[in-house]
């Protein structure tokens, strides 16, 4: 009895402790349900976020090749038939071959240009879509991603968009636009849910930024409002056309907590979100049944259950009947031995049944004895056909069968054979495992086949290396350069994986010679470009980077090129440039020549105001000359004060002949060719530069008076004596040195002429020689080149050696230079000698000063001219009417044409001109004899003067004899 009580007592705390283990255990279960399903919802989040950045990943990379194909930037341009024609095939290339919905091409204004789609009823062509955000992101530079409800297609899809720019402009000209349906991405959602529906129920959805269901594995509930939407936004959804009309309905889920929530049954869900990182606001969003979760975990708890109260109660018996232990102990192992047997088959019964595998299963001769649903759908041929025959029946004629045949013969234990056959109209593509079975003693009993319809994968395996060959011929014979690299050593180096021709071509260098080197070794400039930086901060962030336009320079190549750089999925960088260095080139040769244009107006500038006050200096000087030759003739000859009256007429002389160089400066002045002393030119020269020379110049001149003469124009002369002393000067300027100047005779034969033209005999040879800082060798090539200077952009115009070239020689001479680096230069300049004085060119008659007794009409605006000119001329024995206005000149004129035999009238006057003044006195005597006297030649020369009438031209300042000169062969012309 007290046996009894003890084996009851055991039994109850067996029993106790079992039933408190067993609540422990389900509670165990129920937590372990909820965690796996957290991780299976984390799972199926991450899959199909992985699948949407994918997805945009691919389109976008797809918009950015679109937007570099020069074709369509060139339809923007010009839209006319070629070029459309061009644009129209590059969208449809892409659409066909790319697995696109649509391509198209939208000019600046939003219109749709081209299209993919042209032919359909759905067409985008000439359809304005600039109200779309994702051609508002792209139209200012930046691509676009936009999901929506199509316009005219009224499916939904995500549109990528990309800016069209012309290379070396930043400003859009158009935007490439892909649309790719939703349906693609909702199959992945179904295939992700059928592979879970066993132990859960899942609902998922994908929201736009307002909670508006756009994707999601139940049908039902597109378009709807997620969670409770406000009016407010249901308007502003309506206006934006991103889903049409509506409405909108409440989906009916209602959120009880942060990650829970119950629909309008009551059903409670658990809810897991995940948020689209390349679409800013959108969301995945995945709702798992609780309810579900708890009867899967009662189900779990009820099978384990069942296990331990067959242990209790194997326990309990063996505790209340000792002598049957070993016989117990038999019976369970059995029991548990027969269980899993039975398991065992099951499994393998539900995996025959339901593998999407053909599975066959066949006899040591090779007859069919079962086989499972998905072999007889595989092949095409019933179950009830298949079983009891002889498996070779089931395959074609040819090496695949011969090669089945030889495997039935047991001579390996596994084999492999793949072969084509043709089920009802279609031909596929069959992958056969043949594996025999042995018992434990060897002995062959039959075997099992696993038979795969791999047509699908040997179709997408050829249209993937299809679609590889046709991105291997786009990347061949794009002129776009585009290379690959691989980042190793965690981003530290990057290496070439590939690179294009146009790629290769630029760095000049072969595709061998990049392939497997790190980037800083074939281009020891990267880093001073920028790109190597840009390239880790890409292979660090994954957001694409663009490198403005930059000049990459090494010893081996220098060009402006300007990358865009991007990381793909599988972690390889993309870089895409092109070469611009041409256009730059071009763009800095007409910065230069605008620089020279500006230069040259300068001068021209500088000249008419240097015109103009040599106008005015001659109307002083004028005056002054003449007062001082009429003195000269009023004084006793000897004396002192006609020896200084000469000084001041010698001095104003040369004032005159500067006027002179500044009238022939800006062109206001004709060439004047007499024999020139070119020593007192030099000496002028040298009177007129030294005080602007620093003392750190030491100037030495030795200047032969026995230099014979030369025929030039003095002033001419006189820049090219001014141009070479200047330009050792600034050769001299920041160091210091000697200038030496020396004009000396010197005879040069045959053997000593440069240039053919010249002849030989007798030269003046002028020598300017400095110490500065010397010509290289290539500098020495070029120096007479129009515009090429070697000094600062504020020191020289590259145009005084030219001008220096071209004067010598047109003067039948000849200019050298002698010049070595870093040791100064020597100019010699060589002028033929045409006579060795004066008097040898001249006859040396001394002339006498001309007069008559005419009368003479004078008109000058300057009253200090006409008080100096009316005595001179009376003093020749004329008889002269002088007046200060031309309106007055030809008043007096009119009174008495008969009164005058000469006009002697200044040409720049107010009021009236006198070549004006001229015309109108000829229109009253046509035969009326006419002298002009003007400052500047500007508007009228002897040459001008004589092809309208005027019979005589001098210029200002004249001395008396000149101008006595032109008034006599005026009056005495016929």
Known sequence: ???????????????????????????SLKEAAFAEDHIVSGQHLHDVENAFSLLIEHYKRIAQTMASQKALAAVLENPDTTHMSAANGILDLFNTHMETSVCYLMNRRGTTVASSNRGSTESFVEKNYAFR????????????????????????????????????????????????????????????????????????????????????????????????????????????????????????????????????????????????????????????????ISTRARASFFQAAGYALVVIFIMIGAGTILLNRLAAKEIARRKVTSKQLRESKERYQLIFENSPLGILHYDQKGVIVACNDSLAKIIGTPIERLIGFHMLA????????????????????????????VTGNKEIIIRAVLKRIETQDGTVIGGIGIFEDISEAARSQAALESNEERFRQIFNHMGTCVAVYEGVDHGKDFIFKDINPAGATVGKLDREAHIGRSVQE?????????????????????????????????????????????????????????????????????????????????????????????????????????????LIEDIPKGGPIQKSLREILAGAARARDLVRQILAFSRQADQEVKPVRVQDVLREVLRLVRPSLPATIDIRSRIDDACGLVMADPTQIHQVALNLITNAYHAMAETGGMLEIILEPTALHLSDLADPAMDSGDYVCLAVSDTGYGMSGETLDRIFDPYFTTKDKDKGTGLGLSVVHGI????????????????????????????SSIHDSENGEIEKTPGGDERILLIDDEPSIVKMMQPMLERLGYRVTARTSSIEALEAFNANPDQFDLLLTDMTMPQMTGLELTKRVKQIRPNIRTVIC???????????????????????????TDLAKAIRKALDAS
């Open 934 to 960: 003007s400052g500047f030649s500007e508007y009228i020369n002897e040459k001008k003067a004589k092809e309208i009438g005027i019979h005589g031209f001098v210029m200002k300042p004249v001395v008396k």
């Open 394 to 421: 089931s395959m074609p004629p040819g090496d695949a069968r011969e090669a089945v045949a030889s495997s039935l013969k047991m001579s390996e234990s596994r084999f492999s054979v793949t072969y084509r056959t």
């Open 1 to 27: 009895m007290r046996l009894k009580i003890i084996v009851i007592a055991l039994s109850l705390l067996t029993v106790l402790s079992t039933a408190v283990g067993l609540f422990s255990f389900y509670a």
């Open 522 to 630: 074939v281009y020891p400039g990267v880093h001073e470009l920028g790109l190597f930086e840009v390239l880790k901060r890409v292979w660090q962030t994954g957001q694409a980077e663009h490198l403005p336009l930059t000049v990459y320079q090494d010893q081996r190549i220098a060009i402006w090129i300007e990358n865009y750089v991007c990381k793909l999925p599988s972690g390889e960088i993309i870089a895409v440039y092109d070469d611009i260095t041409g256009k730059k080139q071009a763009e800095e040769e007409n910065r230069q020549l605008t620089n020279q244009l500006r230069q040259l107006q300068k001068i021209e500038a500088i000249g008419v105001l240097a015109g103009g006050i040599a106008h005015d200096f001659n109307n002083i000087l004028f005056p002054i000359i003449g007062l001082t030759e009429m």
């Open 808 to 835: 010598v020689k047109s003067h039948g001479g000849d200019i050298q230079v002698e010049s070595t680096s870093g040791q100064g230069s020597i100019f010699r300049v060589y002028l033929p000698i045409r006579a």
């Open 133 to 292: 955000p994702y051609f508002k992101t792209a139209i200012t530079g930046k691509p676009g991603i936009y999901a929506a409800l199509g316009v005219t297609s009224g499916k939904r899809g995500i549109y990528f968009s990309h800016p069209v720019i012309q290379p070396g402009d930043d400003t859009p000209i158009g935007v490439v636009a892909v649309k790719q349906d939703i349906e693609m991405l909702e199959k992945r959602f179904m295939s992700v849910q059928d592979a879970a529906q066993n132990r859960f129920r899942h609902i998922t959805i994908i929201t736009d930024p307002n909670g508006i269901i756009f994707a999601s594995d139940r049908k039902a509930l597109l378009y709807q409002s997620l969670w409770p939407f406000e009016e407010k936004g249901r308007k502003g959804l309506a206006a934006s056309k991103q889903f049409g009309q509506g409405p909108w309905p409440w989906s009916g889920f209602r959120k009880i907590a942060a990650d829970q929530a119950v629909d309008t049954d009551g059903t409670q869900y658990r809810i897991h979100t995940d948020a689209i990182g390349l679409m800013p606001g959108w969301q995945i969003v995945h709702m798992s049944d609780q309810a579900a």
